[in-house]
Nanobody, 126 residues
Framework: QVQLVESGGGLVQAGGSLRLSCAASGLTFSTYAMGWFRQAPGKEREFVAA????????YYTDSVKGRFTISRDYAKNTVYLQMNSLKPEDAAIYYC???????????????????WGQGTQVTVSS
């Protein structure tokens, strides 16, 4: 069965950094586009970053562009989200998601993804 397991969340001061990891199993990693979404209390799930199957061109929401970097390690079946210069508004539960290659890919749309992790909490103090 497909599993996506996020890790690396925690408490960090504003301006600090965290690196989130998403370990994938039960799928052929290279055939899936991968994305990160986040959801804060009372808010809708928001697209953060995504990387396609070939990892040739990542996508970011405007609010994190220049601060966050998505990458993937094919040997480890893991996607990362390096988060620098964290702001209080970045605090949320961060979810990893996978979209199977061959389907249409609206990278910003949570509904376009096939599998989801359970999330990891990121808290940013000010």
């Amino acid at each position: 069965q497909v599993q996506l397991v996020e890790s690396g969340g925690g408490l960090v001061q504003a301006g600090g950094s965290l690196r989130l990891s998403c370990a994938a199993s039960g799928l052929t990693f290279s055939t899936y586009a991968m994305g990160w979404f986040r959801q804060a209390p009372g808010k809708e799930r928001e697209f953060v970053a995504a990387v396609p199957w070939s990892a040739n061109h990542p996508y970011y929401t405007d609010s994190v562009k220049g601060r966050f970097t998505i990458s993937r390690d094919y040997a480890k079946n893991t996607v990362y989200l390096q988060m620098n210069s964290l702001k209080p508004e970045d605090a949320a539960i961060y979810y990893c998601a996978a979209d199977r290659r061959g389907s249409s890919w609206r990278y910003w749309d949570a509904g376009d993804y096939d599998f989801w992790g359970q999330g990891t909490q990121v808290t940013v103090s000010s």
